[in-house]
């Protein structure tokens, strides 16, 4: 089974002092699925971790996901078709657009489990494919 990898899970692993860099930690280690990453929270990554710890460390941390751990998976114009469905439906929540390309990815690919620190959108957010999404960790 695929699980889907929000963003700030890889700014917690990459802060130490963030408050669940240790549940980060722990889920990299356990985390048997296949790892996937949308492609547009490379940039948002790479942004807040060059701001929280410096250039160094969202550099390390570029290095990591592009390991071979996890798959990078592009936004196809269906997803973005369904990016805005989305915003259009839940206007009053304002998603931002990482939250976004995750719901519609995730409805592309059939996936149920998102590992995310950030739960609020993701439980409000009613996927096609499922009748809720298992936030993890």
């Known amino acids: 089974m695929a699980i889907l990898i929000d963003t700030n899970v890889f700014v917690a692993l990459g802060v130490p002092h963030d408050p669940n860099h240790a549940n980060a930690v722990f889920a990299m280690r356990e ?3 296949l790892r996937v990453i949308p492609v547009s929270v490379l940039p948002e990554m790479f942004y807040m971790l060059t701001v929280r710890m ?3 460390a969202a ?3 570029f290095s990591r996901v592009r390991s071979g751990a996890f798959n990078i998976e592009t936004l196809t114009t269906e997803d973005m078709a369904r990016m805005q469905e989305i915003i ?10 990482v939250d976004l390309s995750i719901m519609a990815m995730s409805e592309r690919l059939n996936i149920t489990e998102i ?3 950030d739960r609020r959108d993701f439980r409000v957010f009613r996927p096609k494919h ?3 999404f ?3 960790p």
């Open 54 to 56: 410096g250039y160094k």
């Open 88 to 97: 259009e439906q839940y206007t009053d929540n304002m998603f931002d657009f």
């Open 31 to 33: 985390l048997v699925d």
């Open 59 to 61: 550099a390390n941390m």
């Open 134 to 136: 298992e936030l993890l």
């Open 115 to 117: 590992y995310t620190f």
């Open 130 to 132: 499922c009748a809720y």
